[in-house]
């Protein structure tokens, strides 16, 4: 019975979840696709007009070549602008920032192992690195959510006779989601916008969001441009940003899970069905033993029985006591 509630639930958020798939897709192709269209327009006048000019040059067969090389290089990191004299993507500073991305599961995709050894190496690490990743900030979530208990004990205390707990609850979540949003959101997002000279605040707001949801499209990476002064010295300290937010990520998520009523998702498991079922039996036997039955339903005949001396034993000594005190 448990399972077959469960597995209804399940049917029902599948449902639900390819629903919100198609509404998502449906939104990102009517929004982004006028502007994909756009740039292809562009790109083609632009390699229309260098053919044109130098068409004794070079043929359109050498230009595409040409082009797929770039390309690929760009794709695996490496990037031909500037005569190609950026900075190399694998110093101490850029390897720190790549072995953090792939620790934490962002994974940006700019930059990519270049040589089969460094394949190789990358999955023997990745598999040792990212367990050991979630074990420290599972450490750390814990620690954190004994630090903030005092906050709500403090809540508890001043405001426990003019609230439910409850209420008290989402008002310390309150607390943690500002924290979580201004220290790092509003204030990482307006100093990238300082550092990097190409983007404005809302592409910094959105560098931060999808950084620390693991999302990592790649598209906005700090310190990728070649003119960026101490580069290195930016990619390490990106990472410390990207370590501890990936932290109060968790820290958040587990202050909204310790609040039975918002913990949507236990609704889907099994054990949550099974839990009900145990109550409700445990209600129905309450109920039973009030009533005189026993687990097979039947009347508990010695128990009604006993109910029964019970009750007259009760009135004899209530006339005792009676002719008792009459008599005196």
Request: glycine share 6%; aromatic share 12%; charged share 20%.
């Amino acid at each position: 019975m448990a399972s077959k509630k469960a597995s209804l639930r399940v049917i029902i958020l599948c449902a639900f979840y390819i629903l919100y798939l198609v509404i998502g897709a449906s939104i990102f192709s009517s929004i982004e696709g006028p502007a994909e269209k756009k740039l292809l327009n562009h790109l083609k006048k632009i390699r229309d007009d260098f053919l044109k000019d130098n068409n004794e040059c070079i043929s359109d067969t050498e230009l595409e070549a040409f082009l797929e090389e770039v390309i690929t290089a760009n794709d695996r990191g490496v990037s031909a602008t500037r005569n190609v004299s950026s900075e190399p993507n694998w110093s101490f500073g850029q390897s720190l920032f790549f072995a953090g991305t792939i620790l934490t599961t962002i994974g940006y995709g700019r930059v990519t192992p270049l040589s089969e050894g460094g394949k190789v190496f990358c999955i023997v690490y990745a598999i040792v690195g990212i367990p050991l990743t979630l074990i420290l900030f599972t450490a750390l979530v814990e620690r954190l959510m004994l630090v903030t208990s005092v906050l709500l004990d403090a809540l508890h205390r001043r405001l426990g006779h003019l609230y439910k707990t409850f209420h008290i609850r989402l008002i310390h979540l309150g607390f943690v989601f500002l924290f979580l949003i201004v220290f790092l959101f509003l204030i990482p997002a307006a100093i990238f916008t300082l550092l990097e000279n190409e983007w404005n605040y809302l592409d910094s707001f959105y560098y931060c969001f999808i950084s620390l949801t693991t999302i990592g499209l790649g598209d906005y990476i700090p310190g990728d441009d070649s003119n960026q002064s101490h580069r290195p010295i930016y990619k390490i300290c990106t990472t410390f940003y990207l370590f501890i937010g990936l932290t109060c990520m968790m820290f958040t998520l587990a202050n909204i899970y310790d609040i039975p009523e918002l913990n949507i998702g236990y609704h889907f498991y099994l054990k949550s069905d099974e839990e009900e079922d145990a109550t409700a039996n445990s209600a129905a036997e309450r109920s039973r033993l009030q009533s005189g039955e026993n687990s097979t339903g039947e009347k508990n005949t010695t128990y009604g029985a006993e109910r029964v001396n019970d009750a007259y034993q009760g009135d004899a000594d209530r006339k005792v006591l009676t002719s008792s005190i009459n008599e005196g």
